[in-house]
Every structure is written in structure tokens, then in C-alpha cells.
């Protein structure tokens, strides 16, 4: 099993930058892709970007520009670069992992247990 453990949020004014960093630990498979989400309360956790094991990156079409996913394979983490931030940014950030045991063809996933980001002057 994979644990993700995420950092870096906290109340950020409206404009600043953030960093976000999610720590994968315990059974790393080489082509466990990484993502980041986000919700808010009352509403479905939404898809920020996805990276794969091999660095290519995905964005939900509202997100490219002010958000910015990389990784760090050899510190088996993945970080969100949040830019330009606005108060509608306020939200729970999810780290999320998948990957494929090619032995077997099972597919597993894991969630991180989230960070509040809160966007206010």
C-alpha cells in the first residue's frame, strides 16, 4: 500500500503564491501516476492535474495557467504551484496516487488525507 501525506497549506492572501508537497511512502510502483484535487464543502472533489511516472502532465481546462504540477521521483514526490490566488481557491487539496501491479494487472489507488488552503485577506 502506498501512504501520501500532503503539507504545505494554510491562509495565503488574495494574489500570493503556495506550494503544496504530497510524500508518497511504502510500496512505490515506477509507473504510479500522481494527481492533486481539490473540494470544497457541499460540493464533488474536482481534478486539479495529473503527472505521470515519466513527468507528462495534465490539466483540467480552468486550472492550466495559475497551477503548475511536478515531481520529484527521487524524494517520490509530487508538489502543486499555485499562483495568482484567489479567494474562490479556498479548499481541501488532495494528493491522490494510481498505478497498475503489471504482475497481476490490478489497479490500485490511495488518498492522501488533504490540506485546507484558505485564500483571504
Known amino acids: 500500500q502506498v501512504q501520501l501525506v500532503e503539507s504545505g497549506g494554510g491562509l495565503v492572501q488574495p494574489g500570493r503564491s503556495l506550494r503544496l508537497s504530497c510524500a508518497a511512502s511504502?510500496?512505490?510502483?515506477?509507473?504510479?501516476?500522481m494527481s492533486w484535487y481539490r473540494q470544497v464543502p457541499g460540493r464533488q472533489r474536482k481534478l486539479i492535474a495529473r503527472?505521470?511516472?515519466?513527468?507528462?502532465?495534465q490539466y483540467s481546462d480552468s486550472m492550466e495557467g495559475r497551477f503548475t504540477i511536478s515531481r520529484d521521483n527521487s524524494k517520490n514526490t509530487v508538489y502543486l504551484e499555485m499562483d495568482s490566488l484567489k479567494p474562490e481557491d479556498t479548499a481541501v487539496y488532495y494528493c491522490?496516487?494510481?498505478?497498475?501491479?503489471?504482475?497481476?494487472?490490478?489497479?490500485?489507488?490511495?488518498w492522501g488525507q488533504g490540506t485546507q488552503v484558505t485564500v483571504s485577506s
Open positions: 491522490y496516487a494510481d498505478w497498475w501491479n503489471m504482475a497481476t494487472m490490478e489497479f490500485y489507488n490511495s
Open positions: 511504502g510500496s512505490i510502483s515506477d509507473n504510479m501516476a
Open positions: 503527472i505521470t511516472s515519466g513527468g507528462a502532465t
